[in-house]
C-alpha cells in the first residue's frame, strides 16, 4: 500500500526528472505533454505485447501512430529521454487499488501548471470527494437493483430468483456477478464528465464502488475535453486505477506472461489469482516485457 507520504514523495521525483528536461532547453507543457503521449502508449500496449510475447517470444509492433510519434520524441530529446523514461517508471509506483485518487492533476499543475488564461482549473482532490459522497454515494444499490433486473429477464434464472427486491446486496452481491449473473441482459452504471479535466470526478466517483465491481466494468466512466493532455490525462488515471476494464486486461496480461516468467516476484503469488491483481503492478509486468 503507497501511504500519502510516499505518492508526494514519488510526484517530487517526477517532477525532478521532469526538470532535467526542462533544464535541457525544453518547454514545460511539451516535456509534459510527450511525457502523457509515452506513458499512455505504454499503458494501451502492454497488454498487447504480453499477447504477442507469448506468441512469438517477442514484443509486438506498435501501431503507426505510436511508433512515428514515439521516434519523433525519442529524436526530439536525445539523451534526456531517459528522464522521461524514468519518470513513467516512477508514476507506475504510485497506483493504490484501496485509494483511488487523482495522481496526474496535482502533478500538471505543480510542473506545467493550468493553463488559467483559456479558464483552466482543476477541482481539488477533497472537494471531488465530497461531491461524489453526495451524487453517487447510493450508485452501489442502484448497481444490486440492475443485476436482479438483468436475472429477471433471463428465461431461466427468472424462474429461480426471489420475486421481491433488495435480495442482491454487498454480502451476496460479488458471488452473483461472477457466478449467475446474465452479462447481456445487464446494463452498465454510465458516469460522463463532460469537461473532465485528470479525471478527478471520475476517480472520487469510483471510490464510491466496490473495486470488483469496477473490475467487472458494472461502472463505466467516459469524459471529454478541449484539452488533449487532459484526456491523456484521464484515460492514464483510468489504466493506473484498473477502470474501463484495464484492470481485467493486466490481469489477462500477467497470465499470459506467467509460464514465461516462473521467477518473478510479483507473478508467484498466490493471491495474483484475484480479478484486480495487476492494478498498481502494472509497472512491474512492463519492466518485464522490456527485460532481455
Known amino acids: 500500500m503507497t501511504s500519502p507520504t510516499q505518492r508526494q514523495a514519488i510526484s517530487r521525483d517526477i517532477t525532478k526528472e521532469l526538470q532535467q528536461v526542462v533544464y535541457a532547453g525544453h518547454q514545460p507543457s511539451a516535456v509534459w505533454s510527450d511525457w502523457l503521449f509515452i506513458a499512455e502508449a505504454s499503458l494501451r500496449m502492454l497488454p498487447v505485447h504480453a499477447e504477442a510475447m507469448r506468441e512469438t517470444g517477442r514484443m509486438a509492433q506498435d501501431p503507426p501512430e505510436i511508433a512515428e510519434e514515439w521516434a519523433r520524441i525519442v529524436q526530439r530529446y536525445g539523451d534526456n529521454f531517459q528522464h522521461l523514461a524514468r519518470a513513467y517508471t516512477l508514476l507506475l509506483d504510485i497506483p493504490d487499488q484501496d485509494d483511488i485518487c487523482d495522481i496526474l492533476g496535482p502533478l500538471y499543475e505543480g510542473f506545467a501548471g493550468a493553463n488559467e488564461a483559456v479558464g483552466q482549473y482543476f477541482t481539488p482532490w477533497d472537494a471531488c470527494v465530497l461531491i461524489a459522497k453526495t451524487t453517487v454515494a447510493d450508485a452501489p444499490a ?4 440492475r443485476m436482479e433486473q438483468a436475472l429477471r429477464e433471463h428465461p431461466i434464472h427468472s424462474l429461480l430468483v426471489p420475486e421481491r427486491e433488495g435480495w442482491i446486496n454487498a454480502e451476496n452481491g460479488r458471488w452473483i456477478a461472477e457466478n449467475m449473473l446474465p452479462w447481456q441482459h445487464f446494463e ?34 467516459y469524459g471529454q475535453d478541449i484539452s488533449r493532455d487532459c484526456t491523456l490525462m484521464t484515460s492514464i488515471n483510468m489504466m493506473l486505477f484498473g477502470l474501463n476494464g484495464w484492470g481485467m486486461r493486466y490481469q489477462i496480461a500477467g497470465q499470459r506472461l506467467l509460464p514465461m516468467l516462473p521467477a518473478s516476484p510479483i507473478l508467484s503469488k498466490p493471491h495474483l489469482a484475484e480479478p484486480d491483481y495487476m492494478v498498481g503492478a502494472q509497472g512491474s509486468l512492463f519492466d518485464m516485457t522490456h527485460t532481455g
Open 142 to 145: 442502484e448497481v444490486y437493483r
Open 188 to 221: 452498465p452504471i454510465k458516469i460522463h464528465d463532460p469537461c473532465v479535466g485528470s479525471g478527478g470526478m471520475m476517480l472520487a466517483a469510483a471510490a464510491e464502488f466496490p473495486r470488483w465491481m469496477l473490475t467487472l466494468g458494472m461502472v463505466r466512466f
